[in-house]
């Protein structure tokens, strides 16, 4: 596994069992055994494995529709003329040379690309991938790697959301039934209680406000631009 499969699959779920993790703490449950137990069963590298395809499957699967609810990839639009995220020079420059390179799409143009969307949007896939295929020395092409593992992050911990906040609630409802029932059925908000509370409910927010498509479509967009900019190093 590479270093940005590492990154974009193993950093989301380290993230997401973070709170179980840190209430385990707080509660003084014996982790170091309990580690040893798992590694000598194998089963915390075979749990990693399975909840890191599962983060990336599930967030490959909202990739398709994130793309679909902007109106298509983030390297496609920007090559579209009625998109101004690229000013028109700089954008001119890069479809020259796209061209020149693809020996595609000689024809596109403002009027072309109005006309027959479908068509133009294809010759920009195709431009990208051209590119895409070209920019593969991560070294060469530092920045461009590290707005990829960025992206892969971030859409990896959109695709775990569920699954983390579901873990969030859970373990705050049995925060409260252990206390309660550790209390002699009298709800007794201990200092374990209250910092697992404060805990939970801000990692909790974190998920909800800022992990969504929003934080996820920035950094694509970015991935995108700095994909473009490799032109210049041709």
Same mark, same amino acid.
């Given at each position: 596994m590479?270093?940005?499969?590492?990154?974009?699959r193993?950093y989301p779920?380290?993230?997401?069992?973070?709170?179980?993790v840190?209430?385990?703490i707080?509660?003084?449950?014996?982790?170091?055994?309990?580690?040893?137990?798992?590694?000598s069963?194998g089963?915390?590298?075979?749990?990693f494995?399975?909840?890191s395809q599962?983060?990336?499957d599930?967030?490959k699967k909202?990739e398709?529709?994130?793309?679909e609810?902007?109106?298509?990839t983030?390297?496609?639009?920007?090559?579209?003329y009625?998109? @101004?995220? #690229?000013?028109?020079?700089?954008? $001119?420059?890069y479809h020259?040379?796209?061209? !020149?390179k693809t %020996?595609?799409?000689?024809?596109?143009?403002e009027e072309?690309e109005?006309?027959?969307k479908k068509e133009a @949007?294809? #010759?920009y896939?195709?431009?990208? $991938?051209f590119l895409?295929?070209?920019?593969? !020395?991560?070294? %060469?092409?530092?920045?461009?790697?590290?707005?990829?593992?960025?992206?892969g992050?971030?859409?990896?911990?959109?695709?775990?959301?569920?699954?983390a906040?579901?873990?969030?609630i859970t373990l705050?409802?049995?925060?409260?039934?252990?206390?309660?029932?550790?209390s002699?059925y009298?709800?007794?908000?201990s200092?374990?209680?209250?910092?697992?509370?404060?805990?939970?409910?801000?990692?909790?927010?974190?998920?909800?406000?800022i992990?969504?498509?929003?934080?996820?479509?920035?950094?694509?967009?970015?991935y995108?631009?700095r994909?473009?900019?490799?032109?210049?190093?041709e």
């Amino acid at each position: 596994m590479n270093i940005y499969n590492l990154k974009a699959r193993t950093y989301p779920l380290i993230i997401a069992i973070i709170p179980i993790v840190v209430v385990g703490i707080i509660y003084s449950i014996n982790l170091q055994n309990i580690y040893q137990l798992l590694i000598s069963l194998g089963i915390t590298a075979s749990l990693f494995f399975l909840m890191s395809q599962i983060g990336r499957d599930n967030g490959k699967k909202l990739e398709a529709k994130m793309w679909e609810k902007w109106s298509g990839t983030p390297t496609t639009q920007i090559l579209r003329y009625s998109n @101004d995220s #690229i000013d028109k020079h700089t954008k $001119k420059r890069y479809h020259t040379f796209l061209k !020149d390179k693809t %020996k595609i799409g000689e024809k596109l143009n403002e009027e072309f690309e109005a006309e027959n969307k479908k068509e133009a @949007d294809n #010759i920009y896939t195709s431009w990208s $991938k051209f590119l895409i295929s070209k920019t593969r !020395d991560t070294t %060469k092409f530092n920045l461009l790697f590290q707005e990829n593992i960025n992206y892969g992050f971030r859409r990896n911990l959109l695709g775990l959301k569920p699954f983390a906040i579901t873990v969030i609630i859970t373990l705050l409802l049995l925060c409260y039934i252990y206390s309660y029932v550790a209390s002699n059925y009298i709800l007794v908000f201990s200092q374990e209680l209250i910092q697992s509370t404060v805990f939970l409910i801000s990692c909790l927010l974190f998920w909800i406000v800022i992990v969504n498509n929003k934080w996820v479509k920035y950094v694509a967009f970015e991935y995108a631009k700095r994909l473009m900019e490799t032109i210049e190093n041709e």
